[in-house]
């Protein structure tokens, strides 16, 4: 692996908020058990541009959250990260807005590293699915927070505390003060959410990966917490990976859509465009499922086909084709189709738009043999 | 918190009382007293008490009286402090348990440390390095040493020691100190014993809790909060002992409860084949001779130390974990 | 915002393109051609399909016996159970028999072959009495073979209570040298310790199962009102669990024991030791039936089957219990190791079990002196089977409580 840093050479910010934020090129984790490897993760590859919010949905299953994890190098001991590249946008000190920046290439660090645990939490912080679990039932709240600060800060304990104060605030949880010092399992849910929220924006990050955030909590909270996160992204301009198999939400908070299928990206592009003109089988069969106000009455909703292949057994060629409504013999169970350029911003993974799905006999020969692919 | 604390110290005389029937009905049970087995002795040896002696006798110890009235006498006089006179040895039994109570109280709180020291690392090391050779091997060990009473550890030992290098691990001093008074030298002198019998008691106890920290601890290591901490920017370390280590010693904390009063007990025949001197012995033969008086003392007082383990875990349970804290305030 | 989740529910039966050899490829097939039915998705459905049937006894199995440790402890387990059931088979000699000239002979290792030949003997002892010490002093002469064999003729007692027969697993050739075979050598009484063991594995082995049986049975029954009813029974049951398991165990165990005149016969002592391990033994389990059946009490399935008019002897017998059946045996083989060391602890310390009974502790007995020991360190061996045994039992328990649990994977 070469070095992994890649030091900036001062360019003028303006020039910088045009490059993205994170990239991830194609990203592949695997999980190696006694069963056999599930490929997780199978070439994710997708850009974060500084202020923007991207969303990623997808079935449960289907390498969202292990996506999440590759990123931020957290990853359960029998996963490891395969290939690809994760590179950040890194500041020096992340208190100071026109602070320098560095490139960092992520997967070139050390889980355990000092490099990577200084970027976790300050540069990017996590909103994790469980606000409960993610609380130790020992510690008071503010301990946990307090202790983040002190980690990528240089203050005392007493400023610390008067950091995770003002940030409760900012999260509007009232009485900060007293909130401060109780345990996980004594807040509401809502307040518990805010409480992990304020966590993750403790230490002022520029991106956020919230993970299913909303799913642990009922209807009302969930849509104050999206409307609060949605405005503390404006207000500090912060850039969001938002994971969710919910494409209400995706529509509420994205700007950018990625879809997953076991571990692969079957779609992306802008939201309007996912949501008006969605080209990929899955992502429409997706969209179809969703009720809507007009849906004609008493209808039953639409379902998708089959269920997701079975881990160890990915189908060969396009994972999605075993459900597919315009699956291709011949074409797609023999060959992984490429994610390419449909139009400006729109990627798809389908050979229905590739011009070589035109001759599928050729197409058999030409194609990245899907042998490995076999179970 | 207090008012917790203060319920289950009310609680003790309770629980003291219930005992002390439960082992004076004990004591008294084996049918005969010890008269008359020491008359039975005496006649086989050729000499014999006459009547008036042994109505003396009876009178002495309360044994002319029906049991109801024994046992109120004999409640009476430990209220008063005194733990009554040990028929066989005709000593006051404060005297002979006051001799044996300390070494009883030294050797099982050294055990309990050692298996502290020993278990706690051991289980967070085996957790965080599951599947590792280190990891199979306290695995293998910790099952051995479960499995082997702790008497036949303390046979083995001996026999090897013995066969060896011809060194005697029985007793807790020299032949030199174990009549002399206490001084610095004969301290010295019950260090360099008391580890031997010290992992003999405490083997099984450690294999047990390193087995016990080493399940908690896996069990959290799972727990999502670890990966939140991770993301946080915590390193590997410090998560470990800030939170699931921390976790992890709760149902530690409640083995004082159980493991405490099991080392009292469970030195007591560790004691009997090493030959050391606690209370252990002592209560052994008086139960034997039929010292009823001596044995309902010793029995009331491992009961006693029981009920103090329980209690001490229980306050500590409660101060470690804020659920439970918050539930008896 | 609420349901606007997409709607991924597996449908009941999945339409899969599963007859694609009739299709004309490369084309897109029509939604409306998709009518085969999938037969077999993936080799992992047949799988689930049989897990799906298989009874929960079955699925314990499954599980159980992939579990190599606890199948190999289970197998050693059965061996034991045959020497409970038939120790005089295993027996070479009676294992009262003393001689205190024999005093001390030292284990004779079994030679497989003879010339070249399988034909098993042990080698011949000779004695020497040490002019200083008096002892005697054994030598193996390798040159002295006594031919040993499977299934030979020697005392003669009846097979399993019932049949008379004089066979043994292993006996010499020429019976008359019957009393010169010492596999475990013998003690101090010259008594030989291989059949002595075999004996002493009967008793000890079933005054832990039977204080278990005892332990499970009031435990059931007490933790069973105690959940099921409720109320002031359970306040009851429940202090003195609690007052039980709050006694110092051993000390308490000791003065029981001692307690027991000296003029009991063996059988009389063996059914108050069993009586006297299970006082506490039930309360373990009480508490963890007592736990299910609270939480089962409010199953939907208890809710219907009193709904649908089923006794209450029927709901807890045919209902809830063998919802945890596999828990409590399992819990069970886990105890009989402790009541296993207990009450070879106690006739050790010779306040259980009493000569002319004999149990690993009464033989262990024999141990306590140091001096004998170095001189006769296989006095020590029926110390190795008892850990050899609550090894087993530790790992069978194990091995049941892991497939047992249907949450653990």
Not at chain 3, 237 to 244: D, K
Request: charged share 15%; net charge neutral.
């Amino acid at each position: 692996m070469p070095s992994s840093i890649k030091p900036v050479t001062q360019p003028s910010a303006s020039s910088l908020s045009q490059e993205p934020l994170l990239r991830v090129e194609d990203l592949k984790a695997y999980f190696f058990m006694d069963e056999g490897t599930v490929r997780a993760v199978d070439g994710v590859s997708f850009d974060v541009f500084p202020g923007k919010v991207v969303g990623i949905v997808g079935e449960s299953g289907c390498g969202k959250s292990v996506t999440m994890k590759a990123i931020l190098q957290i990853l359960e001991p029998s996963a490891k990260i395969i290939s690809g590249k994760v590179t950040l946008r890194s500041r020096f000190n992340s208190l100071d807005p026109d602070s320098p920046e560095e490139l960092v290439e992520l997967t070139g660090l050390h889980p355990d590293s000092r490099k990577i645990r200084k970027i976790r939490g300050s540069e990017i912080a996590l909103i994790p699915q469980e606000p409960m679990a993610a609380f130790s039932p020992v510690y008071t709240v503010g301990n946990h927070i307090i202790e983040t600060i002190l980690l990528h800060q240089d203050v005392s304990k007493q400023e610390a505390r008067q950091i995770a104060i003002d940030v409760f605030r900012s999260v509007g949880i009232s009485m900060p003060e007293q909130r401060i010092d109780s345990y996980s399992w004594e807040l509401s849910g809502g307040l518990r959410q805010r409480a992990i929220i304020a966590m993750a924006l403790s230490c002022n990050p520029r991106l956020l990966i919230a993970d299913e955030p909303t799913t642990a909590i009922d209807v009302t909270t969930q849509a104050q917490i999206l409307k609060l996160l949605r405005k503390l992204q404006e207000e500090r301009q912060t850039s969001i990976i938002f994971i969710t198999h919910d494409l209400g939400v995706i529509a509420q908070m994205a700007d950018e859509v990625v879809v997953m299928y076991l571990g692969m990206v079957m779609e992306k592009g802008p939201v309007h465009t996912i949501f008006k003109d969605a080209k990929h089988p899955y992502t429409q069969a997706l969209l179809r499922s969703i009720p809507s106000v007009q849906s004609t009455p008493r209808l039953k909703l639409p379902t998708i086909a089959g269920s997701i292949a079975h881990p160890f057994n990915r189908p060969a060629g396009c994972p999605f084709h075993p459900r597919c409504k315009h699956f291709m013999r011949g074409v797609c169970d023999a060959s992984q189709p490429a994610l390419a350029p449909i139009a400006e911003g729109h990627f798809v993974s389908c050979f229905l738009y590739s011009s070589e799905s035109m001759s599928p006999v050729a197409t058999g020969r030409q194609a990245v043999p899907a042998t490995e692919n076999n179970p | 918190m207090l008012r917790y604390i203060l319920q289950r110290l009310l609680l003790i005389p309770v629980l003291l009382f219930l005992f002390s029937v439960m082992v004076f009905a004990l004591v008294q049970a084996p049918p005969g007293d010890y008269l008359t087995s020491y008359i039975a002795t005496l006649s086989s040896s050729g000499s014999s008490l006459d009547q008036a002696e042994i109505e003396a006798l009876k009178a002495q110890f309360g044994l002319d009286q029906p049991v109801y009235i024994q046992y109120v006498r004999w409640i009476q006089s430990l209220l008063r402090g005194k733990l009554g006179l040990s028929l066989e040895y005709q000593r006051p039994n404060v005297e002979l348990i006051a001799e044996r109570i300390g070494l009883t109280l030294v050797l099982a709180l050294s055990a309990f440390v050692f298996t502290w020291i020993v278990a706690i690392p051991l289980g967070i090391y085996s957790a965080t390095h599951r599947n590792t050779l280190l990891d199979y091997l306290t695995t293998v060990l910790n099952y051995i040493g479960v499995a082997t009473p702790n008497f036949m550890l303390a046979l083995i030992l001996m026999w090897w020691a013995y066969s060896q290098f011809g060194l005697s691990v029985t007793g807790l001093f020299s032949r030199e100190f174990e009549q002399a008074p206490w001084s610095f030298a004969k301290v010295i002198d019950l260090l360099k014993h008391i580890w031997v019998p010290m992992i003999v008691i405490g083997m099984a106890g450690t294999a047990r809790l390193t087995r016990v920290m080493r399940a908690n601890l896996l069990d959290e290591l799972n727990k999502p909060y670890m990966t939140s901490g991770r993301a946080r920017g915590l390193s590997e370390w410090q998560l470990v002992m800030k939170y699931p280590v921390r976790l992890a010693i709760n149902p530690l904390a409640s083995t004082i409860g159980w493991y405490l009063p099991e080392i009292f007990s469970g030195s007591l025949i560790v004691a009997t084949v090493m030959n050391l001197q606690n209370i252990g012995p002592l209560l052994l033969r008086s139960l034997i001779n039929q010292d009823m008086y001596l044995a309902g003392s010793i029995l009331l007082i491992y009961c006693f130390l029981a009920i103090i383990g329980t209690l001490l875990s229980d306050i500590l349970l409660a101060w470690l974990d804020p659920r439970i804290r918050m539930e008896k305030t | 915002m609420a349901g606007v989740e997409p709607n991924l529910a597996q449908p009941e039966d999945t339409h899969l393109p599963q007859d694609r050899e009739s299709e004309s490829a490369a084309l897109p097939i029509p939604p409306e051609e998709q009518t085969g039915v999938g037969e077999s998705l993936l080799p992992a459905t047949q799988d689930e399909e049989r897990i799906s049937v298989a009874s929960n006894w079955t699925l314990v199995w499954w599980r159980f016996r992939k579990n190599k440790l606890a199948l190999i402890s289970t197998a050693i387990l059965l061996f034991l159970v045959l020497i409970v059931l038939m120790p005089e088979f295993f027996a070479t000699v009676d294992p009262e028999e003393t001689d205190a000239r024999l005093a001390f002979i030292p284990v004779q290792g079994i030679h497989w072959l003879d010339e070249g030949r399988l034909k098993p003997w042990v080698p011949g002892v000779a004695g020497k009495r040490d002019p200083v010490t008096l002892r005697m002093i054994w030598t193996t002469d390798e040159s002295q073979k006594i031919y040993v064999r499977f299934f030979a003729p020697g005392f003669s007692y009846k097979f399993l209570g019932l049949i008379e027969t004089d066979r043994h697993l292993i006996g010499t050739v020429d019976s008359g040298q019957a009393s010169q075979v010492y596999l475990l050598g013998t003690d101090r009484l010259g008594r030989d310790q291989w059949s002595r063991l075999a004996y002493a594995t009967r008793i000890s082995m079933t005054i832990g199962m039977a204080s278990v049986i005892l332990s499970v049975v009031l435990g059931l029954l007490l933790g069973g009102i105690s959940g099921y009813f409720g109320g002031w029974p359970d306040m009851v049951i429940q202090r003195t669990i609690e007052l039980l398991q709050s006694l110092p165990v051993i000390p308490i165990w000791l003065a029981l024991t001692a307690a027991l005149p000296r003029t009991w016969s063996p059988e009389k002592v063996f059914f108050a030791i069993t009586i006297i391990l299970a006082l506490r033994g039930w309360t373990t389990l009480a508490r963890e039936v007592r736990g299910r059946f609270l939480s089962l009490r409010e199953e939907d399935f208890v809710l219907a089957a009193e709904l649908s008019g089923a006794s209450q002897a029927r709901i807890i017998l045919v209902h809830m219990i063998p919802t945890f059946t596999s828990h409590i045996i399992a819990t069970s083989t886990l105890a009989i190791p402790v009541m296993i060391v207990t009450e070879t602890s106690l006739s050790f310390l010779g306040l259980g079990m009493r000569p002319p009974a004999i149990s690993w502790g009464v033989m262990l007995q024999e141990a306590q002196n140091i001096q004998t020991l170095a001189l006769a360190p296989w006095l020590l061996t029926p110390g190795l089977v008892v850990i050899v045994a609550v090894l087993i039992f530790n790992l069978v328990g194990d091995g049941l409580r892991d497939a047992a649990d249907p949450y653990s994977h």
